[in-house]
């Protein structure tokens, strides 16, 4: 087991990383400070992974609460319900809020936690590679708007986030490659011997070769560590992790919340973003060929559905990274060297949408 | 005008009161950081002070938001409704919002400022005297669910409170006195001379002496200000602010929310945390008469609204001021000299109740 830290002024908190630690009695309970618990997981994790937390978490009688599964369910209705549950159980201001499950689940109960009695402990337990390698690092939680994706949440870091790779085995292949997009992320906005080493090893993470997946989440958590660090409410630097999101949250909007992974989204988002900053001159062509070549072997999109350009554009005008209304860009000079603009021609960016991307 | 400061390891703001200050453009326009602003107002609102705020905002053409009255607003649904209209003008990360209304107001837009975007500055303008001496500093901001008034919310601090006393004018006399419930709780808490104050002074409050509302606002805001500073989270002293509130909340909760106005529920819950106090033989007799003068004075109930016992005990369990499966309870030793415990014995409680407190 490896275990890295995040320190932030209002408070750090350590990542856990190893094979079976969802087993580890002493892991799991050094969070809580109170002596209540409660777990929120939903009906896909709990039949897998549900019974070895609360056993772990037994002391405690953990309340448990059980969600159904899909992206659908990021909406205040289910924050609603939630903290009715919550209510229902007599969960006081000392409770500990445990997430089990994927993106989903951390951020609908990370959000919960932020705004139950004005904001109880938490705990991340991810059990997908997306939210191993990213969404449950950071404190960014929250849920969807039937006219925006996140667009309701709160900053609100866990008191510990602890990653079983062992629940990679019975990980569905098509969110294992979805979170292999944000694992090529990291790689290409700001690691390219992180980048080349994904190059090397594709195809054991595919075949999910322990110690390649352990090493990927690795890096890539102490990655987004390192940028929260230097900047936890996005003031800067932070939003270089949004590469190919910007596009992707479009593609989401545009195919209805679910349809696409996120992940797939984000794969191809980044391409656009990199036929983007090929076009504009800044990225060399066979930068691009590269990162299209990976994000291939790793099964992923690599070009969006069919939708508008003029919807795109407005689908992007209302996404959260627009400000004073012009949309910001993660653009890339280089596979590891990204940056952020917000003077994007309107030009390019119609010719790129009617090429298809 | 004056103006006070609240001083936060997160950064202070001002708090100005003064008669007329919504007509200062400079006042109201000084908080504001980026180029877009919003307004969330409500219905009962709106004809009497929205002009002269927009006319005060013009240079940033405000959105406005005008939601139904009432405290059945303070809910999840609306906090969605709020998100929507905030979406539909295109408010970006850098958009100030503006509360202008009474606490469900200023509740609802400060928290939907919280979460919008994960997180947007805000400005409370308070209207009501309520608002004006409690809800509008401090940070709390939140809705009610079905289960439980304020159980979903975030601590979130405002650029800045401005307090125009004009409004008062219009101000319904049922809600003058629910105002002054909370006024009466800073002198019954810590503050006998400001408690001898009232009591010389509760007539020319009551015919809305502009110098007697303007200190009394003053004082009210200065002893909110100094708890609020010293713990901000409500780790200690700040529960002292409570005083009267698991009481009425749960009057409140039996009565649905709305009938009773909160001040209204204080008031009575004051009176019975004032008679419990009796009961345990923290506070002569004498104390607790006084206290009653005064609230009676000000035109607000001395008992609660007939609940069974039963019911009244389950729904202070709910109450977030309870922790670990106890009910706390703010208690008064001598008016003017309050303290937590949540050493109440079940046998004094259920007598108060069945005496119809």
């Not at 932030?8 to 209540?36: M, T």
């Not at 195809?203 to 230097?230: F, H, N, Q, W």
């Not at 992707?248 to 794969?267: P, S, T």
């Not at 653009?331 to 030009?347: K, M, N, Q, S």
Request: glycine fraction near 10%.
């Amino acid at each position: 087991m490896s275990t890295l830290r995040l320190d932030l002024p209002g408070g750090g908190y350590p990542i856990h990383i190893g094979s079976g630690v969802l087993g580890s009695a002493d892991l799991l309970r050094a969070p809580v400070s109170g002596d209540r618990v409660a777990i929120v997981t939903n009906e896909v994790v709990a039949p897998l992974y549900l019974a070895r937390l609360t056993e772990a978490l037994a002391p405690f009688d953990p309340a448990v609460v059980i969600l159904p599964d899909g992206e659908t369910q990021k909406a205040l209705g289910t924050i609603d319900r939630v903290v009715g549950a919550f209510l229902e159980a007599r969960c006081d201001r000392a409770t500990t809020i445990f997430a089990l499950g994927g993106g989903v689940v951390g951020d609908i109960a990370g959000f919960a936690a932020a705004v139950y009695q004005r904001g109880v402990p938490f705990v991340q337990v991810p059990t997908t590679l997306l939210s191993q390698v990213d969404s449950s690092v950071g404190g960014k939680t929250g849920v969807n708007h039937a006219l925006g994706k996140n667009m309701i949440g709160c900053f609100y870091q866990p008191k510990a986030v602890i990653i079983d790779t062992a629940t990679l085995a019975t990980l569905p292949d098509r969110e294992l490659s979805a979170g292999l997009a944000e694992v090529i992320k990291y790689g290409a906005i700001g690691n390219r011997t992180f980048l080349e080493w994904l190059e090397q090893n594709m195809e054991a993470l595919l075949r999910r070769d322990p110690g390649a997946l352990a090493y990927a989440i690795e890096t890539s958590c102490r990655d987004k560590a390192r940028v929260v660090m230097a900047d936890e409410r996005e003031a800067g630097v932070r939003a270089l992790l949004n590469f190919g999101h910007t596009f992707g949250h479009a593609i989401e909007g545009a195919m209805g919340y679910g349809r696409w992974l996120h992940g797939e989204a984000v794969a191809a988002g980044m391409l656009m973003a990199a036929r983007l900053s090929e076009r504009l001159g800044w990225l060399a062509a066979g930068e691009g060929e590269r990162l299209r070549a990976l994000i291939q072997r790793a099964r992923l999109p690599l070009a969006p559905p069919a939708i508008a350009p003029q919807r795109f554009l407005e689908l992007m005008a209302v996404d959260k990274k627009a400000t004073r209304g012009r949309t910001r860009f993660v653009l890339l000079r280089a596979l590891g060297d990204a940056f952020l603009t917000d003077d994007v021609p309107e030009e390019a960016l119609m010719a790129l949408l009617n090429a298809g991307a």
